[in-house]
């Protein structure tokens, strides 16, 4: 049996790149070969295909041409990744007219929700927006937060927009509370936070933010200036995979406001406001063995070593 | 030797000759006619209701293979075409056809005709290109195709796209010295083609600085307001560029005549697209009520289409894709238009860019080589000359259909656009309806048009302001002049009681007349 693996070759700015996930794919499939009572009689094996157009980003119109390489050459049974949204949705039309399964541990927009016509036969290993969505609306519940809530996210609309797809996650969830009124304010690069400070004084008191870490850091430092962050207002960082907790894990103190400069101390103190959400790291016993075999893994066959924090360990999903 | 031995070697050798040649004698043709068979697929709607579905392209497609085996030297001795139609639906059946045919006869096609709508030929024009395959379509007409140097390396487009009328009106606007318009433009269907049409014009337009006022409209819904058009109209700009159906064209017309905006303040432009008749013609009559009207209207109406040029060959074709047509139960007020033509072109623009590749020693699998020789070339097509571009798109001819004749409402060709040099000519045997050919619109005069519209939220009326006015200033006249002679007045009177208070009853005419004289002195 074999497996067509399309996901991004090189570039390591996605959790999904083949440098990561590989390692994981070969282990796991030497475990099914290795095992009697899992698939009798077959062989799972693999093959590849690049995500990355010439420019080396992950791309809707290079990934199904890889796809369709694949299918053509090697037949295979099933499909694993893409991982960026806008690469998995022709990915996932083809596999969906080929009657394949496609698996991916990302996708995770809410358009993949829809399993009716297209994406039926899609499945989402790993964690999807809408569950985050429904996060919120247990933490609304909890805190008995009814009235409202706003979105601040970051989209320059050049990427695959994973902060819009977050948001939107929220979004859509939300608002299946009664009479909750979920605003959004979009901002990119360039201009100053003055105005999203502005919006989040007249628009909301729950504030969830979608962006990069630095961005994030220089966001709050505003708000404290500004003096939101005294206790009237709280915000949640949705950080998918604790790109800001970057110090390691337990039992080392992890501090996403610290950057060794001279603004520690008024970051430390808006922080404060702040409940960082971030996907939950495995806790059963074979994680760790299995993460030190990962590792071993990734420096034998595929030259890389692989950092720590939950980014490393999208691999193994 | 001994005879028979010499005879039975003989034989042997014979034996092994004919069998040696044999099987690799039946191979060598085999794989010759494999090479010289051209296998084309063609992606098209099977819908009827698109202009360039299946039913309509395939009798032009097959009117064309047909007609350069006939001529002998169309098609370099013994190649042959192979089609295979499929149905794009307009959308991602049209890469799946493809993908599918392809798994199945473990090969690709040489040769792709179509798609024609926008989403369904992107990823087929992609796939083309990573699998070496030449593309050809009289669609795909949006200004992202003619980004030809990555993933759309292998599309070629036999008809003018968009960007090409948007030229075509910019010489227009030039030679008539304008530099403003307003866009009006249905968005009704589908596949948006006057959106699209539109966009091209604008494109264009805006890289020019012109000013543009864009009105869309959708003239299916149940909240079309004629009148609100129109009126949306008089506030905008003098030239007026309009794409929708016939009938809506003339609908607006009508009322922009009761509007009296058709006497020379505005300049009408009509785009007929693709040369269809769904677009109108520009003709003003239907043998309805309105026909004298319309005529009237027509008159500031100007069409463009797509150039024409009358040849015998064309007249054949015609009949015979209509007749074809019609056996598949297709009927229409016309069977031609620019897709039908297009293919029809495609097909004989494939045939001598194969034969220019084999003349380099190139074969049909060389995509990119007969990609090549399609560009920056010129040669006859069904409906005239066909002029395609060094990137690969179809210079686009024009003309422009005007009234020439305001009393019998006759309609004919005033100018033309020739893409390829990029002039606009004005037909030196017609009479052209504007003065000496250039519309002088007073771009920057308020229009003034006659005042048929009730002013509904209208505050005081012209009249009753100039009535208060000229009242208040009587009113202050008249107050002024009374202060005045009462002062006079009275002044006079306490004069005449101080000096003669006790003769009063012997003066009193004397007073009386003083007074009287004084006052009318006064």
Not at chain 2, 139 to 163: D, I, M, N, Q
Not at chain 2, 398 to 409: K, Q, Y
Not at chain 2, 451 to 456: L, M, R, V, Y
Request: glycine share 8%; aromatic share 10%; with cysteine.
């Amino acid at each position: 049996l074999t497996l067509a693996v399309v996901l991004p070759e090189r570039n390591l700015t996605y959790p999904w790149a083949w440098p990561r996930v590989g390692p994981a794919v070969r282990l796991a499939a030497a475990a099914v070969n290795a095992r009697q009572d899992l698939l009798p009689g077959f062989t799972l094996g693999w093959v590849f295909g690049s995500s990355e157009d010439g420019h080396g980003v992950c791309s809707e119109m290079a990934a199904p041409l890889a796809a369709v390489d694949l299918q053509l050459a090697h037949h295979p049974a099933a499909f694993l990744g893409p991982g960026c949204v806008y690469t998995a949705a022709p990915v996932a039309r083809f596999t969906s007219h080929w009657r394949l399964p496609l698996v991916t541990a990302g996708a995770e927009a809410h358009g993949f929700d829809d399993k009716r016509e297209q994406f039926g036969l899609t499945t989402r290993a790993g964690p999807s927006h809408r569950k985050l969505g429904e996060l919120g609306v247990q933490l609304h519940r909890r805190f008995n937060w009814t009235r409202r809530a706003l979105l601040v996210y970051w989209d320059e609309k050049v990427d695959d927009r994973p902060y819009f797809f977050a948001a939107e996650g929220l979004y859509v969830q939300l608002p299946t509370l009664r009479n909750l009124t979920v605003m959004d304010v979009v901002f990119r690069d360039g201009g100053n936070f003055s105005f999203i400070i502005q919006e989040i004084k007249q628009k909301g008191r729950v504030v969830y933010v979608c962006c990069a870490p630095e961005t994030f850091r220089e966001l709050m430092l505003q708000a404290e200036r500004e003096g939101l962050t005294r206790g009237d207002y709280a915000f949640f960082y949705i950080d998918i995979f604790g790109a800001s907790l970057q110090g390691g894990s337990f039992p080392e103190p992890q501090r996403p406001w610290k950057r060794g400069d001279r603004h520690d101390g008024s970051a430390r103190r808006a922080f404060e406001a702040v409940t960082i959400i971030t996907y939950k790291e495995p806790e059963n016993p074979e994680y760790r063995p299995f993460l030190a075999r990962l590792k071993e893994e990734a420096l034998t066959h595929f030259n890389f070593s692989m950092k720590d924090g939950l980014v490393g360990h999208r691999g193994g999903t | 030797m001994p005879p028979w031995l010499l005879g039975s070697l003989c034989c042997v050798l014979a034996a092994r000759a004919a069998l040696g040649g044999g099987p690799a004698g039946l191979e060598a043709t085999e794989e010759e006619e494999e090479e010289k068979l051209i296998r084309v697929l063609v992606l098209l709607p099977q819908d009827d209701a698109y202009l360039f579905s299946l039913g309509r392209v395939r009798p032009a497609i097959e009117y064309a293979v047909r007609s350069l085996r006939e001529s002998g030297a169309g098609l370099p001795p013994g190649y042959a075409f192979q089609l295979t139609y499929e149905d794009s639906a307009c959308g991602n059946r049209a890469l799946f056809s493809l993908v599918d045919m392809v798994a199945l006869q473990r090969r690709r096609p040489d040769l792709l005709l179509g798609p024609v709508c926008e989403y369904a030929a992107a990823p087929v024009a992609r796939l083309a290109a990573h699998w070496n395959v030449p593309m050809l379509s009289a669609g795909a007409l949006a200004a992202g195709f003619g980004a030809k140097g990555g993933e759309y390396s292998h599309l070629t487009r036999v008809a003018p796209a968009y960007a090409k009328m948007g030229e075509m009106l910019l010489a227009l606007f030039r030679h008539h010295q304008w530099n403003r318009a307003t866009l009006l433009y249905s968005d009704s269907n589908a596949e948006r083609s006057c959106y699209f049409a539109m966009e091209g014009v604008h494109v264009v337009f805006q890289e020019e600085a012109f000013h543009m006022a864009v009105h869309s409209f959708d003239e299916s819904s149940r909240h079309f307001d004629l009148d609100d058009l129109v009126r949306a109209l008089q506030s905008g700009e003098r030239v007026v560029i309009m794409c929708a159906s016939g009938d809506t064209i003339r609908n607006i017309m009508l009322a922009a005549h009761r509007q009296g905006m058709t006497n020379g303040d505005y300049a009408f432009f009509n785009i007929e697209l693709f040369n269809s008749s769904s677009y109108g013609n520009g003709s003003w009559r239907r043998g309805d009520k309105h026909d004298l009207e319309a005529k009237k209207a027509y008159s500031y109406l100007q069409t463009v289409t797509l150039l024409r040029t009358v040849k015998p060959e064309f007249e054949k074709f015609s009949l015979e894709v209509k007749s074809s047509a019609q056996k598949q139960g297709l009927h229409e007020d016309d069977y031609v238009n620019m897709f039908v033509e297009g293919f029809h072109d495609a097909v004989l623009l494939y045939a001598l860019a194969l034969q220019e590749a084999l003349k380099f020693g190139f074969s049909k699998k060389d995509g990119e080589k007969i990609v090549q020789q399609t560009r920056n070339r010129t040669y006859e097509g069904i409906a005239g000359q066909v002029s395609i571009d060094a990137n690969g798109d179809r210079y686009g001819d024009f003309s422009v259909i005007g009234m020439t004749d305001p009393e019998a409402g006759t309609q004919e060709v005033i100018g033309d656009y020739y893409g390829k040099q990029g002039r606009f000519e004005i037909r030196s045997n017609v009479k052209y309806p504007w003065n000496h050919g250039r519309l002088r619109l007073d771009e920057n005069r308020a229009s003034e048009h006659p005042n048929n519209t009730p002013c509904k939220s209208c505050g005081l009326g012209e009249s009753a302001v100039t009535g208060i006015v000229v009242g208040a200033l009587l009113g202050a006249g008249l107050l002024m002049a009374f202060y005045f002679f009462r002062k006079k007045y009275r002044i006079t009177i306490e004069r005449r009681t101080r000096q003669e208070e006790c003769n009063m009853g012997k003066h009193r005419q004397l007073r009386e007349d003083s007074i009287r004289s004084h006052f009318s002195a006064a």
